[in-house]
T-cell receptor
Framework: AQSVTQPDIHITVSEGASLELRCNYS??????LFWYVQSPGQGLQLLLK??????LVQGIKGFEAEFKRSQSSFNLRKPSVHWSDAAEYFC???????????FGPGTSLSVIP | GAVVSQHPSWVICKSGTSVKIECRSL??????MFWYRQFPKQSLMLMAT?????????EQGVEKDKFLINHASLTLSTLTVTSAHPEDSSFYIC???????????????FGPGTRLTVT
């Protein structure tokens, strides 16, 4: 069965600092991987996704993620965090682009001015 | 494009009553819609998958008689919480997936969510 773990429940970074949010998945084949952001009072927004090809994926809002098969990881990174990035971040996995998606527990990001 | 709306955005109902939540894809046809439940400070839990014109597929542990899902058209799915109880209070989120036209991916587009409070 598919599963997703996000080891960090909460992370606090200073504005301008770099960010890395960890995501590990469990799945037998190459999964479809997603990162979503949920801001208070707003719906989930897709930051980026990986299906195949280049393992370094660029997303919106300056985010990128790297798929590492050997580590079963899909970590999200941003070189310089903005105060508006404070939100809840969810990593998700699916078997195909048509399949249901399983969400990780989420990482809450706080940004210090 | 690819906007999904939910109505209402929040609702308060009395214990024992039923409440219906609508999920609409505004600018695309959604052959598949998903319903999730999210508790405070927790992740999204998939409740069911609904395909237009057919019965919904419920995840293990989700009571199909309590959470009625109808996907009668390609732009509308409804979730009815029947005989609601305080433990049903939660944030319900739907998503819609488009398929069939080149240029639009098969990813899920999420609605803003509906907060249900049962008193």
């Amino acid at each position: 069965a598919q599963s997703v773990t996000q080891p960090d429940i909460h992370i606090t970074v200073s504005e301008g600092a770099s960010l890395e949010l960890r995501c590990n998945y469990s799945y037998g084949a190459t999964p479809y991987l997603f990162w979503y952001v949920q801001s208070p009072g707003q719906g989930l927004q897709l930051l980026l996704k990986y299906f195949s090809g280049d393992t370094l994926v660029q997303g919106i809002k300056g985010f990128e993620a790297e798929f590492k098969r050997s580590q079963s990881s899909f970590n999200l990174r941003k070189p310089s965090v903005h105060w508006s990035d404070a939100a809840e971040y969810f990593c998700a996995v699916g078997k195909t682009s048509y399949d249901k998606v399983i969400f990780g527990p989420g990482t809450s990001l706080s940004v210090i001015p | 494009g690819a906007v999904v709306s939910q109505h209402p955005s929040w609702v308060i109902c009395k214990s024992g009553t039923s409440v219906k939540i609508e999920c609409r894809s505004l600018d695309f046809q959604a052959t598949t819609m998903f319903w999730y439940r999210q508790f405070p400070k927790q992740s999204l839990m998939l409740m069911a998958t609904s395909n237009e014109g057919s019965k919904a597929t419920y995840e293990q542990g989700v009571e199909k008689d309590k959470f009625l899902i109808n996907h009668a058209s390609l732009t509308l799915s409804t979730l009815t919480v029947t005989s609601a109880h305080p433990e049903d209070s939660s944030f319900y989120i739907c998503s819609a997936r488009f398929s069939g036209r080149a240029g639009l991916s098969h990813e899920q587009y999420f609605g803003p969510g509906t907060r249900l409070t049962v008193t």
